[in-house]
């Protein structure tokens, strides 16, 4: 069946390093969305990518939809404390969407 | 506004008892889902709904049941529950299938 792998499934950073997370896809997909849910918390929809090879930002973070439409990137630069949490992609199959196993971005004391 | 709404937020079971969670939206969304969440295994799709009176299942369907007699909300039923059952519950709407979900809060499963 299809499947989202995502990785790392950890990163520790010190606060103001860059972060990035990756999603690879066994197949091509429709749309690939991003989710982020903080600790103890529920995901919450970031954006979602549709064309080949497109980008988008928010603010310090930058998303990324290969041109394949198979792979996707979301990266952060100079993380903050407010960044922490498990990112999350999630690919659009045939009709369902297909989650990544997430990535959780934790700030090192 | 308040989005999705779950209740409960927390539950403890003995094992065979039952249960139902509710899941209540006020964003006329047409399509609801329901998913569990274990640690380090990300959001798995247990069902989901396209419409008011649909329902049908995902991943892990097993042990659990649906009903959907109101656009608005969506109910999940444990039968006979297990400790394997244990988790945390997220529903979740979209105005389009496959697109921009809304989750709710959760609600934390412990079967003992």
């Known amino acids: 069946g299809q499947q989202v792998m995502q990785i790392p499934q950890y990163q520790h950073v010190q606060e103001g390093e860059d972060f990035t997370t990756y999603c690879n896809s066994s197949?091509?997909?429709?749309?690939i969305q991003w989710y982020k849910q903080r600790p103890g918390g529920h995901p919450v929809f970031l954006i979602q990518?549709?064309?080949s090879g497109e980008v988008k930002k928010q603010k310090r973070l930058t998303f990324q939809f290969g041109e394949a439409k198979k792979n996707s990137s979301l990266h952060i630069t100079a993380t903050q404390t407010t960044d922490v949490g498990t990112y999350f992609c999630a690919g659009r199959g045939n009709y369902q969407l297909i989650w990544g196993a997430g990535t959780k971005l934790i700030i090192k004391p | 506004n308040a989005g999705v709404t779950q209740t409960p937020k927390f539950r403890v079971l003995k094992t065979g008892q039952s249960m139902t969670l509710l899941c209540a939206q006020d964003m006329n969304h047409e399509y609801m889902y329901w998913y569990r969440q274990d640690p380090g295994m990300g959001l798995r799709l247990i069902h989901y709904s396209v419409g008011e009176g649909t329902t049908a299942k995902g991943e892990v369907p097993d042990g659990y049941n649906v009903s959907r007699l109101k656009k608005q909300n969506f109910l999940l039923g444990l039968e006979s529950a297990a400790p394997s059952q244990t988790s945390v519950y997220f529903c979740?709407?979209?105005?389009?299938?496959?697109?921009?979900?809304?989750f709710g809060s959760g609600t934390r499963l412990t079967v003992v």
């Open positions: 197949t091509t997909l429709s749309n």
């Open positions: 990518l549709v064309k």
């Open positions: 979740a709407s979209s105005s389009t299938l496959g697109y921009g979900y809304t």
